[in-house]
């Protein structure tokens, strides 16, 4: 596994989303292939129902809540989520905005919190169910869609209080399993 790459411009990238970052929300950059003209901000956003304005032409999710012990259907919506959940429902419309067919060969991300252990709900569409946490859901995603992408993954604090470190500490595990991805912990 290589590094990642702190190009000036990447580096400026995580600096502004570190600056603007604020409480309870999760900024994730991702570059392809250290290749600059491929990089991508996307910040965690409020569930909404309805089709609204999908962005990269994001795959619509059917979100599914616990209520009393049942897994219960929301409204099918292509807005809102974690950062890393729009991130993998965005997956191809990145790939048509710049003009590939194939995956990259590389994945550097940068994200303000580590990935959550459990904190975002499962979804389903059209891949399947997709597990209650991003740690779990980018599990899902790398060793399926990325398994033959070299993915590079850094992030500037753990997610959640210091009382809740260990599930923090435990999402980040998740990653670090994966044969194919590093995690980098940047101190801030």
Known sequence: MSEIDFSPKFIKAVNRMINHNSPGEVGLLMRWDNDDSMLWTIWSERFSDGSGLAGYNRRQVQRLEIKKGNLVACKPTVLGGHAEEIMIRSWDGYRKEVNKTDDPRIVDIFLTHSPCLDSSNIFSDEFGTWPKGCAPKLSKFINGIGKTIEWRI???????????????????EIIGKISNATI?????
Not at 184 to 188: N, Q, S, T
Request: glycine share 4%.
């Open 154 to 172: 850094a992030f500037w604090d753990y997610y959640g209080s210091f009382s809740s470190r260990s599930n923090a500490i435990a999402a980040v």
């Open 184 to 188: 980098y912990k940047i101190f801030k």
